[in-house]
């Protein structure tokens, strides 16, 4: 009788089947990152919670610089982000905050890298000065065994072992000074990149506007009679505007990019050079805001006959 068809399958796996299963969780919360929570019950990626102390919890979403965004209480962040692939407790330590992120530039991964190996050095500094205290402390107990000869010989490594426990303090104390002006230098450096980075958003995002047009700019680049008029348009078809957590222009200008587009036929290299995105970002407005149009095209409640004459730009 055969019986290996109805088999049910070996212990072995059974367990090698629910390991490999997938269980799907909460996201990491930072940019640009897909990781989930119980990817795969071996993956070595952990989520994180966020700190509840607040200075340190700031420091985490100042690093995620994702604008006006507040963590909630399910918010997590992936191990990905950390130097060593988990965070520290330390705040010497580079993984006291995350610093490892899609926007992190070359430069500023290896200088992660590198406060993690001065790290590394401070600590085994540490642990030697911990070990010489230690010996030191032995010393009386030894002097009582050894043969007096044998004692005069022992002071005088003492001595030299004193000098340079005090060499190694003295040694110690500059080296957890200078942590400490590394760390307030990291601190202020990564303020001023969260200032540039907010700066560079304003200046793309300030680059082309139609708030800054008048009249005759606003004819000329869309083909509209006045800003009134955009505006009407704006709020006429904005109601039917998919949301996007990821804008690098306002809505206000992706419309004005995209009219551009239809009066003056730009290209879209072009239209990126002049609005300060990138060619594939303008390619995925100019589809959004074409799809949009052309709902409110077949939207008669949405869109007056007379705005849909306006979409049409010649």
Not at 270 to 291: A, C, D, E, K, P
Request: charge should be neutral; proline fraction near 4%; aromatic fraction near 6%.
């Amino acid at each position: 009788m055969c019986l290996g068809s109805n088999m049910a399958p070996t212990t072995k796996a059974v367990r090698v089947k629910v390991m490999s299963r997938r269980k799907l969780g909460s996201g990491c919360c930072a940019l640009g990152c897909n990781m989930t929570s119980g990817t795969n019950t071996l993956s070595k990626i952990k989520m994180l919670r966020f700190p509840k102390d607040e200075d340190r919890r700031r420091a985490w979403i100042a690093a995620l610089r994702r604008e006006t965004w507040q963590p909630g209480k399910n918010s997590k962040i992936c191990s990905t982000h950390f130097v060593t692939g988990k965070k520290s407790d330390d705040p010497l330590h580079p993984d006291y905050v995350p610093s490892i992120f899609s926007f992190t530039s070359t430069a500023d991964r290896h200088q992660a890298v590198k406060n993690l190996e001065n790290y590394i050095a401070f600590q085994d500094v540490s642990d030697n000065t911990l070990t010489a205290t230690a010996l030191l402390n032995k010393a009386p107990a030894l002097e009582a065994k050894v043969h007096p000869d044998e004692v005069l010989v022992t002071k005088e490594e003492i001595e030299e072992v004193l000098v340079t426990e005090i060499k190694m303090e003295d040694s110690q104390n500059d080296i957890a000074s200078l942590y400490e002006q590394i760390a307030s230098l990291n601190a202020e450096c990564q303020s001023l990149r969260d200032k540039m980075y907010s700066l560079e958003n304003e200046l793309r995002r300030c680059t082309l506007d139609p708030s800054q047009f008048d009249d005759k700019k606003m004819k000329f680049f869309t083909g509209l009679p006045n800003s009134q008029t955009f505006m009407s348009l704006f709020n006429s078809v904005s109601s039917i505007l998919p949301s996007t957590s990821n804008h690098s222009l306002k809505p206000t200008q992706e419309l004005l990019l995209t009219l551009m587009k239809q009066r003056l036929n730009l290209s879209e290299g072009f239209l990126g050079y002049l609005f300060g995105i990138h060619q594939s970002t303008v390619s995925r407005i100019l589809q959004r805001w074409n799809n949009v149009i052309d709902n409110a095209k077949q939207n008669d409640e949405t869109t007056s006959e007379g705005q849909l004459q306006m979409i049409v730009v010649t």
